[in-house]
């Protein structure tokens, strides 16, 4: 049965509507697959998956009632990406989806993520599914991000799942959205912090290049127990260990851009998220030499600070190397307290085993912290 001859519901977002597939449409979704950006972000494939309009023809055709559904996802009244779901499964009420929006001029301005939580209430709402599951390539960031503020949850990591056009394989993530399940109440996710001296964007790969212009001086790593990077290369490799520990939940990275001109200046994170007990670790911050003795650490700090209390934190707590004095009066200027030193804390990359101050501020010391913060941010 053609795609084109499926009795669909339309369903309607925010800002995007999802249509039935029509045949007519084979168009579209061959012109989708030729986008090089699409091609590797969707199915880690070159680009030609549909190399004709037959091709694409026979692959809408594949979804069927009652095991699944095809739409098109329309956006200012043009065909803009695709949606399905399939394998549906009446007695457990669970099905697989799949989502993308065609057109990379039109990624991060959430049509997406409206497009995802219409056919989750589609699925919910009118079908009654308890479990939605999906497959993501552990490099598509962005979708991660979208699938986890819709409420879907990494279930899995499977290492080398798929072999790419590029002859490399990569990891595929599981996640599943369980209907009524409540998130955690406290529950970090990738947002933009903005203040008026600096900008926290979510990590993406695609920053490896400038972030390595901002961090190559070997000074930033003196601490780190690495040594620093030679290429570009070592920075993506940095970048890929910190959103893969974003994929399993335990780190949220940034990269930490100056608010005057959108210039890189370095990274920092989240990291030991801590959700049943409502805390978290702010680290793994570096700087060009041109943005320290400046506001930027402050407000970096502040931002990250005040959005964890936002969102119910109830400790807030930092590290250093014992003997990185000018790492341990930065964490003092912001009003955090020294709660112990760790003795052989751990082993560093180069096999030196270093002591840790740890430092915390707690939900009671906040408002007072913010304060302080927020009067010396004024005077700079």
């Keep these: 049965m053609s795609a084109g001859t499926l009795p669909q519901p339309v369903l309607a977002g925010e800002r995007v509507r999802l249509r039935p597939a029509r045949d007519a449409d084979a168009t579209d979704f061959v012109r989708w697959a030729a986008v090089p950006e699409f091609a590797w972000m969707q199915w880690g494939r070159s680009p030609g998956r549909f190399p004709d309009q037959e091709?694409?023809?026979?692959?809408?055709?594949?979804?069927?009632?009652?095991?699944?559904?095809?739409?098109?996802?329309?956006?200012?009244?043009?065909?803009?990406?695709?949606?399905?779901?399939?394998?549906?499964?009446?007695?457990?009420?669970?099905?697989?989806?799949?989502?993308?929006?065609?057109?990379?001029?039109?990624?991060?301005?959430?049509?997406?993520?409206?497009?995802?939580?219409?056919?989750?209430?589609?699925?919910?709402?009118?079908?009654?599914a308890h479990r939605i599951s999906l497959s993501v390539l552990s490099f598509n960031d962005r979708a991660i991000a979208s699938y986890k503020a819709c409420g879907f949850e990494v279930e899995g990591i499977e290492r080398d799942a798929v072999l790419t056009d590029r002859g490399i394989f990569v990891d595929d993530v599981r996640m599943a959205y369980i209907a009524g399940r409540v998130r955690p109440a406290f529950d970090p996710r990738p947002i933009v912090l903005r203040g008026e001296h600096v900008v926290l964007e979510p990590l993406r790969m695609e920053h490896a290049a400038a972030l390595y212009e901002a961090v190559r001086e070997p000074g930033i790593w003196t601490w780190l127990g690495t040594e620093p990077p030679a290429s570009v290369a070592d920075i993506e490799r940095y970048v890929r260990s910190a959103l893969d520990l974003q994929i399993r939940g335990e780190h949220m990275p940034w990269i930490t851009r100056r608010a005057s001109?959108?210039?890189?200046?370095?990274?920092?994170?989240?990291?030991?998220?801590?959700?049943?007990?409502?805390?978290?670790?702010?680290g793994w911050t570096m700087l060009t030499a041109s943005a320290r003795r400046t506001a930027a650490n402050t407000e970096a700090k502040y931002l990250q600070l005040r959005n964890a209390f936002d969102l119910g934190a109830i400790r807030v707590w930092l590290k250093t190397d014992v003997r990185n004095e000018r790492s341990r009066r930065a964490i003092?200027?912001?009003?955090?307290?020294?709660?112990?030193?760790?003795?052989?804390?751990?082993?560093?990359?180069n096999g030196t085993v270093r002591d840790a101050c740890y430092y915390s501020i707690v939900d009671r010391e906040w408002p007072d912290v913010r304060a302080r913060l927020e009067e010396r941010l004024r005077r700079r």
């Design 55 to 128: 091709a694409a023809v026979a692959f809408m055709a594949r979804f069927v009632e009652p095991d699944g559904r095809l739409f098109v996802i329309e956006h200012e009244g043009r065909a803009v990406g695709s949606a399905n779901y399939r394998d549906w499964r009446p007695k457990p009420r669970s099905a697989e989806i799949g989502i993308g929006i065609g057109e990379p001029a039109l990624w991060s301005r959430g049509l997406g993520r409206d497009a995802l939580g219409t056919l989750v209430r589609h699925l919910t709402e009118d079908l009654g």
């Design 261 to 282: 001109d959108g210039a890189v200046i370095g990274t920092t994170r989240y990291g030991a998220i801590d959700r049943p007990d409502r805390s978290v670790e702010i």
């Design 332 to 349: 003092q200027r912001i009003g955090a307290t020294l709660d112990g030193v760790i003795r052989n804390e751990r082993i560093q990359p």
